[in-house]
T-cell receptor, first 109, second 113 residues
Framework: NAGVTQTPKFQVLKTGQSMTLQCAQD?????MYWYRQDPGMGLRLIYY???????DKGEVPNGYNVSRLNKREFSLRLESAAPSQTSVYFC????????FGEGSRLTVL | AQSVAQPEDQVNVAEGNPLTVKCTYSVSGNPYLFWYVQYPNRGLQFLLKYITGDNLVKGSYGFEAEFNKSQTSFHLKKPSALVSDSALYFCAVRDDNFNKFYFGSGTKLNVKP
């Protein structure tokens, strides 16, 4: 049972480039989340999806878009990356408590 | 609005001594409180939660947490710390209306041999 799987684990981008972070869960959970983790700031919610076909903004949605492709998959897209988006990104799914992926470390130069 | 505060950036404790990691919360409605642990370069792992019932909640790896409604606190405790407990610990509150979680800034626990 893989749980929550994120790809890629590491990525370096130049300012203005675009990319998509992929997330998939095999636990049949309805709700999925994208967080970013920055030193001293804990985890901040970017977007979440309460169920397939729905998405909502979290605390820090600017510069990001999401797609809930199906019940398993929830992707996060950066259309024009900025250095301020250098962070570690975590995907999670919910069943009582959150189950997290291992994270995607993104550096924007 | 829901929020969580972890007043200590870092907690240092000697192996074998008891440890406490502090958390206070602010919620509208019933508090649903969680503790997670993060080891270096890993995702967060669930430790324990308080939904209702006994104020003392027991979780994984010998950890427990005490819910105190009057002080709006949910401190994480362990009677005897291990070096392997060294990690980053996050307190979180769940907004039950929207199933959104709000995390504290994290506390780094250092357990020295």
């Amino acid at each position: 049972n893989a749980g929550v799987t994120q790809t890629p684990k590491f990525q370096v981008l130049k300012t203005g480039q675009s990319m998509t972070l992929q997330c998939a869960q095999d636990m049949n959970h309805n709700s999925m989340y994208w967080y970013r983790q920055d030193p001293g700031m804990g985890l901040r919610l970017i977007y979440y999806s309460a169920s397939e076909g729905t998405t909502d903004k979290g605390e820090v949605p600017n510069g990001y878009n999401v797609s809930r492709l199906n019940k398993r998959e929830f992707s996060l897209r950066l259309e024009s990356a900025a250095p301020s988006q250098t962070s570690v990104y975590f995907c999670a799914s919910l069943s009582g408590e959150l189950f997290f992926g291992e994270g995607s470390r993104l550096t924007v130069l | 609005a829901q929020s969580v505060a972890q007043p200590e950036d870092q907690v240092n404790v000697a192996e074998g001594n008891p440890l406490t990691v502090k958390c206070t919360y602010s919620v509208s409605g019933n508090p649903y409180l969680f503790w997670y642990v993060q080891y270096p370069n890993r995702g967060l792992q669930f430790l324990l939660k308080y939904i209702t019932g006994d104020n003392l909640v027991k979780g994984s790896y010998g950890f427990e947490a005490e819910f105190n409604k009057s002080q709006t606190s949910f401190h994480l405790k362990k009677p005897s710390a291990l070096v392997s407990d060294s990690a980053l610990y996050f307190c979180a509150v769940r907004d039950d209306n929207f199933n959104k979680f709000y995390f504290g800034s994290g506390t780094k626990l250092n357990v020295k041999p």
